[in-house]
């Protein structure tokens, strides 16, 4: 009988190099997927900080004495819809007044993204 040297890989040897290689790309999709959500939650975030910000420093370089309560607005960024609620409120010194802006996708169920507050001066 002649000894002979068999060059290649078993059956087992494949499917289980098959079996680590499959688990390296699914979790290689699961890390994709989940920076691309993230990354559209960010932008989201981003937006929506503009959009109460920009209502804010309209307010201050205006010179605004908002008015006491609440009222809503569109106040969308680009392709993204998002709605803007303004609550003001009293302070215990009359002279400032508190006002908060909170921002809500509108394609989200009307999920809060973001709220920012300031402190208003009486420009008079």
Do not use: H
Not at 15 to 42: C, E, H, Q
Not at 70 to 80: A, M, T, Y
Not at 83 to 98: D, K, L
Request: positive net charge.
């Amino acid at each position: 009988m002649m000894n002979r040297c068999q060059a290649g890989f078993t059956l087992l040897e494949v499917l289980v190099a098959l079996f680590i290689v499959g688990t390296a790309l699914g979790a290689s999709l699961r890390a994709v997927g989940s920076l691309t959500t993230n990354s559209a939650d960010l932008r989201a975030s981003m937006m929506a900080t503009w959009s109460a910000e920009n209502r804010l420093t309209q307010i201050r370089l205006a010179r605004e004495w908002p008015a006491l309560g609440q009222r809503s607005f569109e106040c969308p960024q680009g392709e993204l819809p998002l709605q803007c609620e303004e609550n003001v409120y009293a302070t215990p010194n009359p002279s400032f007044r508190r006002v908060e802006v909170s921002v809500s996708d509108t394609r989200d169920a009307g999920r809060r993204i973001i709220k920012l507050a300031q402190v208003v001066p009486n420009a008079l």
